[in-house]
Nanobody, 114 residues
């Protein structure tokens, strides 16, 4: 059974930084795309950033230049470095991994105060 466990969320002031981590375990096959999504209260879950196994990245326009996604294939880890955080970045952040199917983590809360 594949499990994704996020960590690194918390409360930060606007302009601050946080680094999210996601550890995948239980997979028999290599992980293809990994990514981060977020969901604010009353809103749909939206893509933040994705990264393929060979390192190709994609970002939502709202986070370009502020967030950086990276991964360590040997450790089955994906990271999200978030800089210049804004109150509108407040949301639950979810890790996603595509293997044979898509898996989701349980989410980690990020709160940015103004």
């Amino acid at each position: 059974q594949v499990q994704l466990v996020e960590s690194g969320g918390g409360l930060v002031q606007a302009g601050g930084s946080l680094r999210l981590s996601c550890a995948a375990s239980g997979n028999r096959f290599s992980i293809n795309t990994m990514g981060w999504y977020r969901q604010a209260p009353g809103k749909q879950r939206d893509l933040v950033a994705t990264i393929t196994r060979d390192g190709s990245t994609k970002y939502a326009d709202s986070v370009k230049g502020r967030f950086t996604i990276s991964r360590d294939n040997a450790k089955n880890m994906v990271y999200l470095q978030m800089n210049s955080l804004k109150p509108e970045d407040t949301a639950v952040y979810y890790c996603q991994a595509s293997i044979v199917r898509v898996y989701w983590g349980q989410g980690t809360q990020v709160t940015v105060s103004s």
